[in-house]
């Protein structure tokens, strides 16, 4: 017997609000542009055993891609169950982690050192998911608890945590120097009450 | 509050790179104070169980693995001898409920400053203490 999942029906307006934030934090941090507008996709989650996929290869062909991912909860008691109602997955091709830190001024670090790669990636992340939580409250919708960022290279076996009841999210697609693609964020999210 | 000036700075992140550049930020805007570095809230607390005489500040994170910032200030307002010691959260987790969590686990709480944050600042709330 299957039973009809609450599939959250403002997904594409969330995606739309971090898209935003991504831009606005971009300028604010870097005066940086992105050369074209993000390219918004909604596709289906790929679950394994309860988590989300997370994969390199599906948003850079034969790169080494460097991804960190935050998990956001409704409060404090769905945290410490691991009861995410989100997560925001962010992707960035090896050879460009460093200049894109060093665009939003981060100092220089070593770009051969796995570690190095990692802590920015998750840096960013990190930044890119507190903005998207403030602007997700600026727009009327209930406080948001934020996971520490966890970081991977080209992929994950176990996967991340996301919200049980999504089957699809969004790959924001993120566009630098001459119309490359050098950014994927994903988001999946469940529904999150309004204030 | 001037002794501070001739204390260490204790900066608690897991981002390597958030510490590196809080402590970039702050000595290229004439902070001459020493730094001392904790990746975890855990490694906090040793350094300021051995440490404490040596640290007149503490820049935290909020978003940690186990030991979260705000986890972190709860144990530390709860020990006399550190209790009043200036903290500034330094966090992407800006809103103003979050804020008002921190003043209320701690109501000295020192600044509270969003990342990503602006030189300016971040100095402003240190000179503060620093000056």
């Avoid at chain 1, 074209?36 to 290869?57: A, C, F, H, S, T």
């Avoid at chain 2, 409920?97 to 020192?110: G, R």
């Amino acid at each position: 017997m299957m039973f009809a999942k609450a599939q959250n029906k403002e997904l594409e307006t969330f995606a739309q609000i971090l898209s935003q934030s991504v831009i606005a934090l971009f300028q604010e941090r870097g005066q940086a542009s992105f050369s074209q507008p993000p390219k918004l996709e909604q596709k289906n989650i790929y679950e394994y055993e309860g988590r989300m996929r997370v994969d390199g290869m599906e948003k850079f062909n034969n790169e080494a891609t460097y991804i960190s991912a935050v998990n956001y909860y409704l409060n404090a008691a769905d945290m410490a169950k691991h009861k995410a109602i989100g997560v925001v997955v962010v992707y960035v091709p090896q050879d460009y982690l460093a200049k894109m830190m060093k665009t939003l001024q981060y100092p220089l670090f070593d770009d051969d050192n796995d570690d190095a790669l990692r802590d920015s990636c998750g840096t960013l992340c990190n930044i890119i998911a507190g903005r998207f939580k403030s602007d997700m409250k600026a727009a009327g919708y209930q406080e948001l608890e934020m996971s520490p960022f966890i970081n991977f290279r080209n992929s994950s076996f176990s996967g991340v945590e996301f919200c049980g009841s999504e089957f699809q999210k969004y790959d924001l697609n993120f566009f630098l120097e001459n119309n490359q693609k050098k950014m994927v964020i994903e988001l999946s999210i469940g529904i999150v009450p309004k204030r | 509050m001037g002794e501070l000036s001739k204390k260490k700075i204790l900066v608690v992140d897991d981002s390597d790179l958030e510490r590196e550049l809080l402590i970039e930020v702050l000595k290229g805007s004439g902070i001459a104070n020493d730094f001392l570095q904790a990746k975890s809230g855990e490694e906090a607390i040793q350094i300021l169980g051995t440490r404490y005489k040596e640290i007149g500040m503490i820049l935290l994170d909020w978003q940690m693995p186990q030991m979260s910032g705000m986890e972190f200030m709860e144990a530390v307002v709860k020990v006399p001898q550190v209790a009043k010691m200036p903290i500034v959260m330094v966090t992407a987790s800006g809103t103003d409920e979050n804020k008002k969590k921190a003043k209320t686990v701690n109501p000295e709480l020192a600044g509270y400053i969003v990342k990503p944050y602006t030189p300016e600042a971040l100095v402003q709330v240190l000179k503060n203490y620093l000056k």
